[in-house]
């Protein structure tokens, strides 16, 4: 018996070493390129105040604000005005801006959520980027708590931190009002980005998160995923060049309306979390230095 349970234990090593370098060579072999940072033109303007075409700003010029709010919109019609009217109302209580406080940028297709934050990151004018998801799901007056984590990070290695929010202090409510499954599946999830992309953060899918503006130009430039994961990409790429993180916790309330299909985006989000390790592991994706957008 015990031979035979010691060669059902070498077959069954072979064969996950087998399916390991099996996934190994289709990550690699699939592998898309950097995406473009190309505009299209209708991309390159906005639309001031008397309804003029403007020339948008870039990441690499010098930055002419204190912040900059980048807000990801897909169909969100319902949220976003009320979330606009809160990051609104507080950030004029904190400083008087002119008629150029908000831009929109119209794409010409979809990016996907990453895609966009990055377009707007690209156009921010901000010394510190903050991005915020469209539902207002995180009271925005904690932007202070992100500025003062941010401040406690420093000296900042060539000017470059992060201050993510957490809902991980929420963690125990949210268990109480999930389903077996749903708790399952979120514990799934956190061990494949702990084993696989990054350590030390409890909570890499909260929509808040600040930024310098060097720490946005490094991060955003070597990011290959456009869609649901590229929070965790963005973060694995932090880490590679050791740009110190903040994790710092935030009020939040779930907002109806998520576009979020559970075990679905979970399923497809744990693929692209193995997919990220594997396809930097392989060479397949560089890190790369500062790009410039075409």
């Known amino acids: 018996m015990a031979p035979l349970l010691l060669q059902l234990a070498v077959l069954g090593a072979a064969l996950a070493a087998a399916a390991l370098v099996l996934i190994s060579i289709v990550a690699f072999i699939t592998a898309t390129k950097m995406p473009a940072l190309h505009r299209h033109e209708e991309e390159k303007f906005f639309l001031n105040a008397k309804g003029q075409k403007e020339t948008l700003p870039s990441i690499w010029d010098l930055p002419t604000k204190q912040l900059s709010v980048v807000v990801p919109s897909y169909n969100e019609e319902k949220r976003l005005p009320v979330m606009m009217d809160e990051a609104l109302s507080y950030l004029e209580k904190r400083q008087k801006y002119g008629s150029d406080k908000v831009r929109v940028i119209t794409l010409v297709k979809n990016r996907g959520k990453g895609g966009a934050i990055r377009m707007g990151i690209f156009s921010s004018r901000g010394e510190k980027i903050l991005m915020a998801d469209a539902d207002g799901a995180t009271k925005f007056p904690d932007v202070e708590k992100l500025e003062k984590g941010l401040n406690d990070l420093q ?64 991060t955003f430039s070597s990011l290959h995923i456009e869609r649901w994961a590229f929070d965790v990409e963005l973060l694995y790429i932090a880490q590679c060049f050791k740009i110190p993180i903040a994790e710092i916790a935030v009020n939040w309330t779930e907002i109806e309306g998520s576009k ?14 193995l997919f990220i390790r594997l396809r930097y592991m392989t060479g397949a994706w560089r890190l790369e230095q500062t790009r410039k957008m075409n």
């Not at 979020?260 to 979390?273: E, I, N, R, T, Y």
Request: hydrophobic fraction near 45%; glycine fraction near 6%.
């Open 260 to 273: 979020l299909v559970p075990f679905w985006s979970w399923l497809q989000m744990g693929k692209d979390l």
């Open 155 to 218: 000296p900042w290695p060539n000017q470059m931190a992060i201050a993510c929010g957490s809902r991980a202090h929420l963690e125990k409510e949210s268990i109480a009002q999930r389903s077996y499954f749903r708790t399952l599946l979120m514990y799934g999830f956190h061990f494949l980005v702990w084993f696989l992309c990054v350590k030390g953060i409890r909570d890499t899918q909260c929509g808040f998160k600040l930024f310098t503006r060097e720490a946005a130009s490094q």
